[in-house]
């Protein structure tokens, strides 16, 4: 009987653990849940929210350095490999604003181009387009009046058209400032003047370039009344075939009124320029001359690299102004060279290296700097042009350009 009542006890007191030890884990269970971190399930990332992930690998970069969606616009579609017979690959992709199109074999900034659909896209449309009359040039075209010419043959760009151009542009020397190559990069040369465009209904302003669209929206903020043109978007919405062969490189050359040499003359200076005399020029008052281009394969040991030369040469900036007259302000990185075939070019890295480098200098009224400055190009380039940017210490820092012009004979 003692064993029977042990038996019961003990039989009780395993029911009892039991219960305990399962309302100890269901507590541990419950509080379990609670510990469990828990994760923000985040929307999927679109073009629209974050484009950069649906531009391709190899102008990613390129996009996102050169302002991409203030300047292209949102990526179209993929990446396309293009395969040329007897020629290089090369890559393109389409934006709203631009096709770009890269590279691989390419040095530098020549690896990445814009391609010119201006034209493409006025084929297509100009038949939509009516010049201002006389009495709305003043009534419509805002700035009128104020305006630049790029070449004598192609027409003026004027008021916030230009205020636009003059501020946009690839980046090509890490300057803030825009220079002329830079705007020809992003937008190339004006085909029209402003017109007026009637499409789906609606009548807008718009001047077309090579490279892009600019339209004007007047309910626009002010500072934001010119904006880039769905340009590439239109031709794709009008089954427009898109270029599919490597677009001509921009011509950089500027015009020059002067007799120039005779190209049989200029092809000699691919080996070799002349070692004695100077190219001068002139503007607002500032002296420029240039002297003693050399070429060559390295630059103390580091070579040019391959088919390519370095090609070093000395400037001269002289403030000819008067006293009271503003300084003017140099660096060599607003420096460009242009050869005989039309391509720019940024000055090399190596600059600090030289013996006397041309330095970041403020010119005030009277004085004058020396320097060298060093690029580097196609071993089989010639120097045809100087490009250099200036910025007048006045109260707006207003900035100017000029060219030396090099295919003419240098003074001795």
């Not at 419509?140 to 004598?152: A, D, H, I, L």
């Not at 607003?334 to 010119?363: E, R």
Request: charged share 15%; proline share 7%; hydrophobic share 40%.
């Amino acid at each position: 009987m003692e064993n029977v009542q042990m038996s019961g006890a003990t039989l009780a007191q395993r029911v009892y653990m039991r219960r305990r030890w399962i309302h100890i884990v269901i507590v541990l269970l419950v509080a379990g849940i609670w510990m469990v971190p828990t994760h923000r399930v985040e929307a999927r990332p679109t073009c629209a929210t974050q484009p950069e992930l649906c531009v391709g690998l190899v102008f990613r970069d390129y996009w996102q350095q050169q302002n991409g969606l203030a300047n292209f616009g949102l990526p179209i579609g993929t990446s396309i490999t293009r395969y040329l017979p007897g020629k290089e690959i090369f890559y393109t992709h389409n934006f709203e604003y631009s096709i770009l199109e890269h590279f691989p074999t390419r040095k530098g900034v020549t690896r990445y181009q814009n391609t010119p659909v201006g034209q493409l896209w006025y084929e297509r449309f100009g038949s939509e387009l009516t010049p201002l009359g006389a009495d709305e040039e003043l009534m419509f075209q805002p700035g009128y009046g104020r305006c630049t010419v790029v070449e004598s043959s192609r027409p003026s760009i004027c008021g916030e058209f230009l205020d636009y151009y003059m501020k946009h542009g690839i980046q090509l020397d890490g300057q803030p400032h825009i220079t002329r190559a830079e705007r020809l990069g992003l937008l190339g040369y004006p085909i029209t003047p402003v017109m007026k465009w009637s499409h789906a209904g609606q009548t807008q302003l718009v001047q077309v370039f090579s490279h892009a669209r600019l339209d004007y929206v007047p309910n626009n903020a002010a500072d934001n009344k010119i904006i880039r043109g769905k340009i590439v978007g239109d031709l794709l919405n009008a089954n427009v075939a898109l270029p599919t062969t490597p677009s001509t490189p921009i011509n950089h050359l500027v015009e020059s009124h002067v007799p120039l040499f005779d190209t049989t003359i200029l092809d000699t200076w691919r080996k070799v320029m002349p070692s004695a005399g100077y190219w001068q020029a002139a503007n607002q008052d500032i002296y420029l001359a240039v002297s003693s281009f050399t070429y060559h394969e390295y630059f103390y040991t580091v070579r040019a690299g391959h088919n390519l030369k370095y090609v070093a040469f000395t400037m001269l900036v002289k403030n000819q102004r008067m006293a009271w007259e503003p300084s003017v302000y140099l660096d060599h990185s607003y420096i460009g060279l242009i050869d005989t075939d039309g391509n720019y070019y940024s000055p090399s890295a190596m600059h600090k290296y030289l013996a006397t480098p041309l330095t970041p200098s403020m010119v005030v009224p009277g004085a004058s700097v020396v320097g060298q400055v060093i690029f580097v190009v196609p071993h089989t380039a010639a120097p045809a042009q100087i490009e250099v940017n200036l910025a007048n210490l006045d109260a707006g820092v207003s900035r100017f350009s000029q060219n030396i012009e090099l295919r003419v004979a240098p003074i001795n």
